[in-house]
Structure formats: structure tokens, C-alpha cells
């Protein structure tokens, strides 16, 4: 899992190669979630990031059954 500080979501940039897709975004009031999916690695990343002072950015890696549980979640 990667903290990275002070990148709003919108410069954020994914270096894994290939374009992703972002297959999920959801907001509760500050915070922003994204999940990516790279099709060629069957690759998923979680992305959560805060866009008030200070922004941050936290990355993980995901399974393929955490992404869908994460998208299948009511908030």
C-alpha cells in the first residue's frame, strides 16, 4: 500500500503500463474511491483519495473479489 501526499486525484497518474479503466468511483463527503482494472494483467488497484487540505492519495493493490465486494457494497 502506497500513501502518497499532496497529488489531487485529478493529476494522478497510473504507472503500471497500459491504460486502466476505471471500472468504479464513489464519494462520501471528502473522500473519493476508485477502482482501476488493467485488462492485460487482470490487475486491480484501489485508489482513495482526499481532496481537502492536505490531498492524499493511498493505493493498494486488490483482488479481483475484493474489487466486486467493494462494488457491490450500499453505502
Request: aromatic residues 14%; proline residues 4%; without cysteine.
Amino acid at each position: 500500500m502506497r500513501l502518497l501526499k499532496n497529488i489531487k486525484l485529478d493529476n494522478y497518474k497510473y504507472y503500471y503500463g497500459s491504460s486502466p479503466r476505471k471500472i468504479f468511483s464513489v464519494g462520501y463527503e471528502d473522500l473519493t474511491t476508485v477502482i482501476y482494472y488493467q485488462d492485460k494483467d487482470n490487475h486491480y488497484t484501489l485508489v482513495v483519495a482526499k481532496n481537502d487540505d492536505p490531498p492524499l492519495i493511498l493505493e493498494k493493490d486488490i483482488s479481483r473479489a475484493e474489487a466486486f465486494r467493494l462494488m457491490n457494497t450500499r453505502l
